[in-house]
């Protein structure tokens, strides 16, 4: 066993850190306000190549791994959550499954438009009616001499406004159980028929886009499909295992702010003639809190090392996803409470990393689908 990381990880890490801090920290609130992404980060990321860091070298892609990208999300997520689902997505929701079940031409065609960031990727799962039952969806595909044509409506797309790539999930065989008649396509956004619904306003999170995207007699061609015809589900579980790490790391960046500001903030809020950090109580607090994101962190980084050598993470990333999500929650109410009534007001950032928290406990898989499928691993059926 080894817990040092690789002078590549390190070197990748810190250059993430410098800029999250240089780039994000200062704009994190205005963004947050305005709801919107300043384009000046889309471009230096780019830059920087954190668009295509988990792309191999020969689609113009850093060829980094999943542990990479989970250090790199820490400190992405530490800065603005916004920014780090938004990456997240990108990486691991749409670029993953092309370099996984994508054919070659599939791979030539998409991922250097990834990896640039000329393209920004999309996932669409959810439905109205089909939520923690991803299976249930409504959303058809049906193959017109060479086209597939797409009916149906995706909710809560993350990265819906700016997309340039959605990877679309629809059923192609509607006489057989749920999960077997769901097919994978890739869509891009001009697609005649594709157009961006309405724009959720958020709890937390509220730079990063959430669209719904709408699909009316959407024609893309035969090869669009990913995949095996009728193995969409399984594509899209598999996704989720690295999306649900991904997560698990933004999860960890927002616990982490929460606790650097708690202490930052204990050791200058004074009240009965010390600062409050000499209280047993906050510093209980903060003990707590350092255990649990140590903790975190430990099954994020176990569960990106497995999908990193291509062994099932699936238990793995949903123990990663739930334990950070409740780690992140737990802290940012946690800091909250120790900056007191300042900590409920625009005064300090506490606020934004409390709402932020919230939807790590939702996306890619409620807390309570991690713990069924935890389950499932422990007692199969
Ligand atoms: C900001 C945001 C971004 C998102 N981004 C994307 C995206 O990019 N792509 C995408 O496809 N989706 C996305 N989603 C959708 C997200 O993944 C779903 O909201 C989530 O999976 C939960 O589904 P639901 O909202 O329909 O809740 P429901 O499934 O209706 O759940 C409601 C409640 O019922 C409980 N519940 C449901 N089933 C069970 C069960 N079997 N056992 C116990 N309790 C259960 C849940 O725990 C929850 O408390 C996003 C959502 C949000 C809010």
Not at 206 to 212: I, K
Not at 350 to 358: H, N, T, Y
Request: charged share 25%; aromatic share 8%.
């Amino acid at each position: 066993m080894d817990f040092q990381l690789t002078e590549q990880q390190v070197l990748v890490r810190d250059m993430a850190k410098s800029f999250a801090e240089a780039e994000l920290l200062p704009r994190a609130t205005k963004m947050d306000r305005q709801e919107f992404l300043d384009p000046e980060v889309f471009a230096t990321m780019g830059e920087l190549g954190l668009w295509g860091l988990t792309i191999p070298e020969a689609y113009g892609g850093a060829g980094m791994g999943n542990v990479e990208l989970a250090l790199v999300l820490e400190e992405i997520n530490r800065a603005c959550a916004s920014t780090g689902v938004t990456l997240s997505v990108h990486n691991s929701l749409l670029g993953s499954p092309i370099m996984r079940f994508g054919s070659d031409a599939q791979k030539q065609r998409w991922l250097p438009e990834l990896a640039s960031g000329k393209r920004i990727g999309a996932y669409c799962l959810t439905e109205p009616n089909a939520g923690s039952d991803a299976a249930a969806i409504a959303t058809s595909a049906k193959l017109v001499g060479e086209q597939w044509v797409i009916n149906g409506t995706k909710l809560f797309v993350t990265n819906g406004a700016f997309a340039g790539l959605f990877i679309v999930y629809a059923r192609t065989d509607a006489s057989v159980s749920k999960a077997k008649g769901i097919s994978a396509f890739l869509v891009p956004k001009e697609t005649p028929g594709l157009t961006i619904g309405k724009a959720e306003k958020k709890c937390g999170i509220r730079a990063s886009s959430t669209t719904e995207v709408l699909f009316d007699n959407a024609r893309i061609p035969k090869d669009a499909l990913l995949g095996p015809l009728n193995g969409g589900f399984k594509i899209a579980m598999d996704t989720l295992d690295g999306g649900r790490i991904g997560i698990a790391a933004q999860a960890l960046g927002i616990g982490r702010a929460a606790l650097e500001a708690s202490i930052k903030y204990s050791r200058e809020r004074e009240q009965f003639g010390k600062p409050i950090g000499d209280f047993q109580a906050i510093q209980w607090k903060l003990a707590d809190m350092s255990c649990q994101l140590e903790a975190s962190r430990m099954l994020v980084l176990k569960a990106a090392w497995l999908r990193d050598r291509k062994e099932s993470c699936t238990q793995a990333a949903a123990q990663a996803k739930l334990t950070a999500s409740r780690t992140a929650n737990f802290c940012a109410d946690e800091c909250l409470q120790i900056h007191g009534g300042a900590g409920y007001t625009d005064h300090f950032h506490v606020e934004r990393l409390f709402r932020d928290a919230r939807i790590t406990e939702i996306y890619e898989g409620v807390t309570d689908v991690q713990r069924i499928v935890i389950a499932r691993g422990l007692v199969p059926s």
